[in-house]
C-alpha cells in the first residue's frame, strides 16, 4: 500500500498537480502574526480573527502563529493601517470605507442605504467589484485577504427615542473617521463627531456625545446599553470589513505560505458572516431585554432619510470617481435581477 502511494504521488507531481501532493511537501517556515482589530473578545469580528489562527495553525502544522489583539489595544483604526504599512503589525480587521483614506474608491461602501439585504452584500463584495477594490490596495503597501460581516448600522443616544427623522437633528453623535460619515449625520441635522473606536463608551458616559451608530453586535459587545437608552433601527449603512495583510510582510511569504493564508481567510470569513448574522438577531433581543427602548422608523420615513442624504451620494460618486460608481450600480443591478 505504501508503494502505491508513493507512485501515485510521483506521478501526480511529475503532472504539476501540486495540489495532490502531501501536505507536509508545502514550503511553510515559521512566522508570527500579529492581528489586531477595535472589537472586543466574544465579538463575531474577534470570533472570525480566531478562526482564522486556528485555521492556520491546522493547515501550517503550528509553524505559522497568530497572535490576536482585539479591542483596540495596538490603537485606532488609522494607527493600526499605518503600522501594517510600515510592517510593525501584519493584520488587521475594519469597515472597508475607512480604507477610502488610502484608495478613494472605498467610500462607495459607505453610501448609505446602498444594500436591501445581506445576499446583495454579498453577492457584490466575492464579485469583480470587491476583488477589484482590495486590488488597489497593493500600491499603498496593503493586500485585502476577503471581507468580513460587521452588518447594517443602527442609531443609538441617550437624549430621547428616534420616532422619524427630525428627530435625529440636534443629536451630537460620534461617528467613524470617515468624512462620508460626517456629510451623511449633517445632512440628517444632526452634530458628527469623529472618534476613535476605544474612546467612544467614555464619551457617551461622560456626556460628550449624545449617541453614536453601529450594528447591534457591536452595541451590545461594548455595553453601549450600560450607557445609552434609546435605540433607533435605521439600517442607514451596511459595512463590509476588510481583512488585510502588510505588504511587507506578504512579500517575504513564499507561494506556499501565500496560498496557506489566503485559503485560511476565505474559509474564516464564510464562518464569520454566518456567525455575525446569526448573532445580530440575538443581540437585538438581548438589548432589549437590557432595557433599551427600542423604535423602527416606517418606510415613508426612511425614504425621507434616503432623499436627505441623496445630494451626499451624488457627491461623493463624484469623488470616488464616476466609473467606480458605475461599477458599482451596474453590479447591484445585475445582482438583483439575477
Given amino acids: 500500500m505504501k508503494r502505491r502511494i508513493f507512485l501515485s504521488t510521483a506521478i501526480a507531481m511529475a503532472l504539476g498537480l501540486s495540489s495532490l501532493a502531501p501536505a507536509q511537501a508545502a514550503d511553510i517556515r515559521e512566522h508570527t502574526i500579529k492581528f489586531a482589530s477595535q472589537n472586543n473578545k466574544g465579538h463575531p469580528q474577534v470570533m472570525g480573527?480566531?478562526?482564522?489562527?486556528?485555521?492556520?495553525?491546522?493547515?501550517?502544522?503550528?509553524?505559522?502563529?497568530?497572535r490576536l489583539f482585539p479591542g483596540g489595544v495596538l490603537g485606532?483604526?488609522?494607527?493600526?493601517?499605518?503600522?501594517?504599512?510600515?510592517?510593525?503589525?501584519?493584520?488587521?480587521?475594519?469597515?472597508?470605507?475607512?480604507?477610502?483614506?488610502?484608495?478613494?474608491?472605498?467610500?462607495?461602501?459607505?453610501?448609505?442605504?446602498?444594500?436591501?439585504?445581506d445576499k446583495e452584500v454579498d453577492a457584490l463584495i466575492d464579485g469583480p467589484f470587491g476583488q477589484a477594490l482590495h486590488q488597489k490596495l497593493q500600491a499603498k503597501g496593503l493586500v485585502g485577504l476577503t471581507y468580513f460581516d460587521l452588518g447594517f448600522r443602527n442609531i443609538t443616544n441617550g437624549k430621547h427615542p428616534i420616532n422619524k427623522p427630525e428627530d435625529i437633528a440636534g443629536l451630537k453623535l460620534r461617528v467613524i473617521q470617515s468624512p462620508i460619515y460626517v456629510d451623511v449625520f449633517k445632512a440628517l441635522g444632526a452634530n458628527p463627531t469623529p472618534l476613535a473606536w476605544p474612546e467612544v463608551y467614555n464619551a457617551l458616559e461622560q456626556g460628550a456625545v449624545d449617541g453614536q451608530e453601529n450594528p447591534f453586535t457591536v452595541i451590545l459587545n461594548a455595553k453601549l446599553d450600560e450607557v445609552q437608552k434609546y435605540l433607533a433601527i435605521t439600517r442607514h449603512i451596511y459595512n463590509?470589513?476588510?481583512?488585510?495583510?502588510?505588504?511587507?510582510?506578504?512579500?517575504?511569504?513564499?507561494?506556499?505560505?501565500?496560498?496557506?493564508?489566503?485559503?485560511?481567510?476565505?474559509?474564516?470569513?464564510?464562518?464569520?458572516?454566518?456567525?455575525?448574522?446569526?448573532?445580530?438577531?440575538?443581540?437585538?433581543?438581548?438589548?432589549?431585554?437590557?432595557?433599551?427602548?427600542?423604535?423602527?422608523?416606517?418606510?415613508?420615513?426612511?425614504?425621507?432619510?434616503?432623499?436627505?442624504?441623496?445630494?451626499?451620494?451624488?457627491?461623493?460618486?463624484?469623488?470616488?470617481g464616476e466609473e467606480t460608481a458605475k461599477a458599482l450600480y451596474s453590479q447591484l443591478d445585475k445582482i438583483r435581477h439575477q
Fill in 240 to 320: 463590509p470589513q476588510s481583512v488585510i495583510i502588510s505588504k511587507k510582510f506578504w512579500d517575504t511569504l513564499n507561494p506556499d505560505e501565500q496560498k496557506l493564508i489566503q485559503e485560511a481567510a476565505t474559509e474564516a470569513a464564510a464562518y464569520q458572516r454566518k456567525v455575525s448574522r446569526d448573532a445580530a438577531t440575538t443581540a437585538l433581543e438581548t438589548l432589549k431585554k437590557h432595557g433599551m427602548q427600542v423604535t423602527e422608523m416606517s418606510p415613508d420615513d426612511l425614504n425621507k432619510m434616503r432623499e436627505m442624504v441623496k445630494p451626499v451620494v451624488d457627491k461623493y460618486s463624484q469623488e470616488v
Fill in 49 to 66: 480573527m480566531q478562526k482564522f489562527a486556528d485555521l492556520i495553525a491546522q493547515k501550517s502544522g503550528n509553524k505559522i502563529r497568530v
Fill in 76 to 117: 485606532g483604526d488609522l494607527e493600526t493601517v499605518s503600522a501594517l504599512q510600515g510592517g510593525t503589525i501584519e493584520m488587521t480587521v475594519l469597515n472597508s470605507g475607512i480604507l477610502q483614506a488610502q484608495v478613494k474608491d472605498f467610500a462607495a461602501y459607505d453610501f448609505p442605504f446602498l444594500f436591501n439585504n
